[in-house]
């Protein structure tokens, strides 16, 4: 079955960086658009990033070239390369699979999610 397992979260301090990785099983990767979403206490899930498969990169306006998304399809394997952390970056951060022809931005264009990783950042 598909599995999407996060890793790479942690508590750092603003300005450090966390490289985030989802690897997926259970289906072929390389058919499939990848996205990372983020869910901060008390606030609702939002989207930060998406890869398709051709490796198209679309980011959220508050990602302001801080961050980069890349995909080892060899290793089933989507990153989320986070640099210049903030505070207001503090959430779950979950990946999820694409469903094809669908909107990168929508929640609701994603049929699987990960469990999700912590990312802490204190000032």
């Known amino acids: 079955q598909v599995q999407l397992v996060e890793s790479g979260g942690g508590s750092v301090q603003a300005g450090d960086s966390l490289r985030l990785s989802c690897a997926a099983t259970?289906?072929?990767?390389?058919?499939?658009?990848m996205g990372w979403f983020r869910q901060a206490p008390g606030k609702e899930r939002e989207f930060v990033a998406a890869?398709?498969?051709?490796?198209?990169?679309y980011f959220a306006d508050f990602v302001k070239g801080r961050f980069t998304i890349t995909r080892a399809n060899a290793e089933n394997t989507v990153y989320l390369q986070m640099d210049k952390l903030e505070p207001e970056d503090t959430a779950v951060y979950v990946c999820?699979?694409?469903?094809?022809?669908?909107?990168?931005?929508?929640?609701?264009?994603?049929?699987?999610w990960g469990r999700g990783t912590q990312v802490t950042v204190s000032s």
């Open positions: 259970g289906f072929t990767f390389i058919n499939y658009a």
């Open positions: 890869i398709s498969q051709t490796t198209n990169t």
């Open positions: 999820a699979r694409n469903l094809p022809g669908s909107p990168y931005y929508q929640q609701t264009s994603y049929d699987y």
